[in-house]
């Protein structure tokens, strides 16, 4: 019922809510915990900021968001948050209650666990115009990563690294030179030029296709991807470096049938003697899938 009303209402620039607040919240909540992306942010202003405090991560804006969720939902495809109480004003809620997942995938240079974790947290959720215009979220990373079988030194370090506040354990001019990825990329697409990036038994993964073992293999598999799409290209936005590992922050882009695409991606790299021994991309690659079946000849 609170979901039909705040669709109905949401088209109203300024508005008196119809629903709670505290409802509000709630549908926001329960979209998160079905991993419906565009269910949560149904709820949410164009600027909605994320803030995951014990991360140290921001995202600004629905498509930020979006993205970081998505790569979120990949480590922990069976989050829930179950609340348990809700103190709110008209411009502010507060909330509490418990969040459970487990870990599938990776979380940064870190294999699954395939454990879980049951944690006690409390966000804070602003509004505006009877959306919600930011959440500020707490939980207790140590706990979450002891629960995880997780080294918290090690992951706390390298989300220092991917927030770009540590490069400091890895030669500063190797990792600026590997961050030149972007090289790989300059028109004519060549695949011959991740010779320079990855060693012989170099291992690639990106979701939604195999993962390849061996130059060779990533080469071929490069190839077939500018078949598909010729103009396939990545935009280096940032990156950070710690020890052996390299995060680069990118936008994928492609033109399908007419169809511009930009999907933001996150890629890391392990480095062995200069160049990577692997790199596991994290992106969404639905837009491009979509895209592609759509322009295929009937």
């Known amino acids: 019922m609170a979901s039909t009303v705040v669709s109905a209402t949401r088209k109203k620039a300024k508005r008196q809510p119809t629903v709670s607040p505290t409802e509000i919240v709630a549908e926001y909540a329960a979209a998160k915990?079905?991993?419906?992306?565009?269910?949560?942010?149904?709820?949410?202003?164009?600027?909605?900021?994320?803030?995951?405090?014990?991360?140290?991560?921001?995202?600004?804006?629905?498509?930020?968001?979006?993205?970081?969720?998505?790569?979120?939902?990949?480590?922990?495809?069976?989050?829930?948050?179950?609340?348990?109480?809700?103190?709110?004003?008209?411009?502010?809620?507060?909330?509490?209650?418990?969040?459970?997942?487990?870990?599938?995938?990776?979380?940064?240079?870190?294999?699954?666990?395939?454990?879980?974790?049951?944690?006690?947290?409390?966000?804070?959720?602003?509004?505006?115009?009877?959306?919600?215009?930011?959440?500020?979220?707490?939980?207790?990373?140590?706990?979450?990563?002891?629960?995880?079988?997780?080294?918290?030194?090690?992951?706390?370090?390298?989300?220092?690294?991917?927030?770009?506040?540590?490069?400091?354990?890895?030669?500063?001019?190797?990792?600026?030179?590997?961050?030149?990825?972007?090289?790989?990329?300059?028109?004519?697409?060549?695949?011959?030029?991740?010779?320079?990036?990855?060693?012989s038994d170099g291992r690639l993964e990106s979701p939604g296709l195999p993962a390849t073992v061996g130059l060779e293999a990533g080469k071929e598999a490069f190839r077939s991807l500018f078949k598909l799409m010729p103009d396939f290209r990545a935009e280096l936005e940032r990156w950070s470096a710690a020890g052996d590992a390299v995060f680069l922050e990118l936008t994928l882009r492609a033109n399908v049938g007419g169809q511009e695409l930009r999907v933001p991606a996150v890629d890391r790299f392990l480095l062995r003697d200069g160049k990577a021994v692997e790199r596991v991309s994290f992106f969404d690659p639905s837009p491009f899938l979509q895209a592609l079946r759509a322009a295929a000849p009937r």
């Open 33 to 199: 915990s079905r991993q419906d992306i565009d269910g949560a942010l149904r709820v949410c202003r164009e600027d909605f900021l994320l803030d995951t405090v014990p991360f140290g991560i921001r995202g600004k804006g629905k498509a930020e968001v979006a993205a970081q969720l998505r790569v979120f939902f990949t480590t922990f495809p069976d989050y829930a948050a179950t609340l348990e109480g809700q103190a709110a004003s008209e411009e502010v809620v507060t909330a509490w209650g418990t969040i459970r997942a487990t870990m599938r995938g990776p979380l940064g240079s870190f294999a699954p666990t395939g454990r879980a974790f049951a944690l006690p947290f409390s966000c804070v959720f602003p509004l505006r115009d009877g959306l919600l215009a930011g959440e500020r979220f707490f939980f207790d990373l140590n706990t979450m990563c002891e629960q995880l079988g997780l080294p918290v030194e090690r992951v706390a370090a390298e989300l220092r690294a991917f927030r770009g506040e540590e490069r400091s354990e890895a030669p500063e001019d190797e990792a600026r030179a590997f961050a030149k990825f972007t090289d790989f990329w300059r028109p004519p697409l060549d695949p011959e030029r991740l010779g320079g990036l990855l060693h």
